[in-house]
């Protein structure tokens, strides 16, 4: 029986992508806004209900770049019963359309995100709560779904499926 421990060096050895270190910043930055409201809640019996506006914000943020980080790591939410049981020639079509759609989506969102921000920046649209521009924060969507395709991309042409 050997006491040697398994190596885990694959593991530690990849460094963190852009995304996975955003995403630890981002939730950091919940963690902290929302202790922040439990103790103000706690101590003094009232909340800072404005901070809602930030988290709701960040939590976009953080939707975008962990599903960049499951394309990254080709580890995205799929079913793939039916397409495993085609020819190899009708398994790679069905990877490519795969491909196609979800880059499509992010495109389609990265559009009109992109004309509800300029509306919102033109209309000087503000925030309910805090009454900043209303652009602050809906601005990160349309750059983060550009931020997406191209990740998209860049994991096809590497050859990752």
């Given at each position: 029986?050997?006491t ?5 060096e694959s593991?530690?050895?990849v460094?963190y992508?852009?995304e996975q270190?955003?995403s ?7 963690v902290?806004?929302?202790?922040g ?9 009232q ?5 809602e506006?930030f988290s709701?914000?960040?939590l976009?943020?953080l939707s975008f770049?962990?599903?960049?980080a499951?394309f ?5 939410i799929?079913v ?14 069905a990877?490519w359309?795969s491909?196609a759609?979800t880059a499509?989506l992010?495109?389609f ?6 004309k ?12 309910p ?6 652009w602050?924060?809906?601005v990160w969507m ?5 931020a997406?395709?191209?990740?998209l991309?860049l ?7």
């Amino acid at each position: 029986m050997s006491t040697e421990q398994p190596s885990h060096e694959s593991e530690t050895s990849v460094p963190y992508t852009i995304e996975q270190i955003l995403s630890g910043i981002v939730m950091g930055l919940i963690v902290l806004i929302t202790f922040g409201n439990v103790l103000a809640r706690y101590f003094t019996s009232q909340s800072f209900a404005a901070t809602e506006e930030f988290s709701i914000a960040l939590l976009i943020v953080l939707s975008f770049l962990g599903s960049s980080a499951a394309f990254a790591f080709d580890r995205h939410i799929r079913v793939d019963f039916f397409v495993g049981k085609l020819p190899p020639g009708a398994r790679a079509f069905a990877d490519w359309l795969s491909f196609a759609v979800t880059a499509s989506l992010f495109a389609f969102i990265a559009f009109y995100a992109g004309k509800l921000t300029w509306d919102q920046y033109r209309f000087e649209e503000t925030s309910p709560a805090l009454g900043v521009p209303q652009w602050w924060y809906t601005v990160w969507m349309p750059v983060l779904a550009v931020a997406l395709v191209l990740r998209l991309v860049l994991t096809r042409l590497r050859g990752r499926p």
